[in-house]
């Protein structure tokens, strides 16, 4: 930084959306609004693989509670859904490491593929609950 103070400012989008950012000039212009979103809206690959292992590690801890709080229950449809969960996060976790194609576009697609397969196996997840807790009454 060349010294120079930052501040926020109440006429742009962008320095109100992002207040948590230290490195909001005095004057927001057009060419460095364009510059900013850029670099907002890149692909890090480490935050891709963070959320991979983010949201992977919740499902499995939704399936681990269920066992535990259920443990007179035939968990293993339950154990078959947390294979296929460590199966995604092995898949997901074997293309981040081997990219095809244009970045950005590939790891955007690989964010895509994580959420549709894991919300198709939260929705799995909330039918065999459903089921073997219907089975008890």
């Given at each position: ?9 109440e006429?742009c ?9 230290k ?12 510059k ?79 959420f ?22």
């Amino acid at each position: 930084m060349s010294g120079q103070e930052f501040q926020f400012t109440e006429n742009c989008y962008l320095c109100s959306a992002n207040a948590w950012k230290k490195t909001i000039p005095l004057e927001c212009n057009p060419a460095w609004l364009k510059k900013t979103e850029q670099i907002l809206h890149t692909m890090n690959l480490r935050d891709i693989k963070k959320d991979i292992e983010f949201f992977i590690e919740e499902f499995l801890d939704d399936c681990a509670l269920f066992i535990g709080l259920n443990p007179e229950k035939n968990s293993d449809e339950i154990n078959k859904i947390i294979d296929e969960a460590v199966d995604l996060y092995n898949e997901l976790k074997d293309k981040i490491n081997h990219p095809e194609g244009t970045k950005r576009s590939y790891y955007n697609g690989i964010r895509k593929e994580l959420f549709d397969r894991l919300d198709a196996l939260s929705e799995k997840l909330s039918e065999t609950i459903t089921r073997l807790t219907s089975e008890e009454k």
